[in-house]
């Protein structure tokens, strides 16, 4: 038993450094993470959660992490250590009224851990990206002089979040949560100008780099409540403080040779040069409901709504034309049959779930909202109570009005659930 562990554990670490290694190489994500405070994703991490549309503030679960609402660490199993991890992938194709584009990014989904403390105060602790920045935009003109010109646009980087939660369940089938969070990361935006026509004229970078390090605090409420002996009924509340991020900046200036297309860059003139210069971010209030019901080992449906405000908030001194946001999201899983004689694909759980997202992006005048259908399966591992849990999303993201973008991206996440009953004294070794 204790070798099985040692396998789950060492799987375990192995798809964390995996995860790792796929983050650094992070490529196009989305033109409009240029904006705002990059790509806000306003789907949950964790694959399971994915293949229902997203759906999180009314789920608690013996089975996996919920950081999205931590009262539902609540229901995890006083017997019981929880691990979760996860990778997750994108292929995206941009489209403008006249060009078509693909591009694609992956990286490190979550990392999740939930375990006892008292039989009444459950823990957690998770790791995932708050927001992503990946862009590539070349805008070309002309000057009076009819010297064509370039300027490109390469944004590259992300802000991560590191949750440790605590809920306690002070009366029966309710429990209330709070997640301390550790936001932190670099985001780096650069431009251009560059004459493609000659190579003896110096060209203009721009680049400006921002380093966040700083704390968030969400809480939540889930109270569950028996409809008859194996169905349920959840609700869930969902809250997260507006705080001002401490962060630092850096921007420079520079005339150059080279630098085009990964080339070496030669520098000539450092026009302006400013080093970690502190500034601060308003991240808005955020409020969340959701309610789901269950039958106990069968099947579950939820739907969950979440806003966030936006509107009038400023990134470092910019607007960027932000409004509120939100979003909302339906979705469930069924179990064929759940026993243990049962053939392996009746013991498999499907999910499937769909979800609208009004991001807090409004550029020309169009909201850059996004939509997306998902269907998912945890797959059983023999013997155990451990999962392979995979999911696909198919969705679109802004429009080709106004001279936008739209993005058509087919999204895919694969983790692993472990569970193991580490706190059982046995009777034979």
């Known amino acids: 038993m204790r070798l099985n562990k040692l396998r789950k554990i060492t799987f375990f670490i192995a798809a964390i450094l995996a995860g790792i290694a796929v983050q650094a190489q992070s490529g196009i994500d989305s033109p409009y993470s240029r904006f705002g405070f990059g790509t806000i994703s306003a789907l949950n991490q964790n694959s399971r959660q994915q293949g229902m549309g997203g759906i999180g503030n009314a789920i608690g679960s013996n089975r996996f992490v919920n950081p999205v609402n931590p009262a539902s660490y609540g229901s995890i199993d006083s017997l019981s250590f929880l691990f979760n991890a996860g990778l997750y992938a994108t292929s995206v194709t941009y489209r403008t009224t006249t060009q078509t584009q693909t591009g694609s990014h992956a990286q490190l989904s979550y990392f999740a851990a939930g375990f006892p403390v008292m039989r009444w105060w459950k823990s957690g602790i998770s790791l995932m990206p708050y927001s992503r920045t990946g862009f590539n935009v070349i805008v070309p003109g002309q000057t ?77 409420l889930l109270y569950s409540l028996k409809l008859r002996s194996d169905y349920s009924l959840h609700l869930g509340l969902t809250h997260s403080f507006a705080t001002k991020l401490n962060v630092r900046r850096e921007y420079l200036v520079q005339s150059q040779f080279g630098g085009i297309n990964g080339g070496v860059t030669y520098p000539v003139d450092t026009i302006v040069y400013e080093a970690n210069r502190k500034d601060k971010i308003d991240i808005p209030m955020g409020t969340g409901a959701g309610i789901a019901i269950e039958k106990q080992n069968r099947w579950m449906a939820g739907m969950d709504f979440n806003w966030q405000n936006w509107e009038n908030k400023q990134v470092i001194g910019r607007n960027d034309s932000l409004i509120n946001s939100w979003n909302v999201a339906v979705g469930g899983h069924y179990i064929p049959v759940h026993t243990a004689i049962s053939g392996y694909w009746r013991k498999v759980t499907y999910r499937a779930g769909a979800r609208y997202h009004q991001s807090y992006l409004q550029l020309n005048g169009q909201p850059i909202n996004e939509f997306g259908i998902s269907f998912g399966a945890s797959l059983p591992l023999p013997r155990t109570y451990t999962t392979v849990d995979v999911s696909m999303e198919i969705g679109q993201r802004g429009t080709t009005a106004s001279n936008l973008i739209r993005e058509t991206f087919i999204n895919f996440t694969a983790g692993v659930s472990i569970y193991e009953r580490w706190f059982v004294k046995r009777k034979y070794n």
């Open 144 to 220: 009076s002089q009819g010297v064509r010109y370039n300027k490109l646009f390469e944004g590259s980087g992300g802000i991560n979040k590191f949750t440790i939660g605590n809920a306690v369940s002070p009366l029966k089938n309710l429990s209330i949560g709070l997640n301390a969070n550790y936001v932190f990361g670099r985001n780096t935006n650069a431009s251009l100008l560059y004459f493609p026509d000659s190579n003896y004229m110096a060209t203009t970078n721009v680049e400006r780099r921002l380093l966040t390090s700083d704390f968030t605090l969400d809480a939540g």
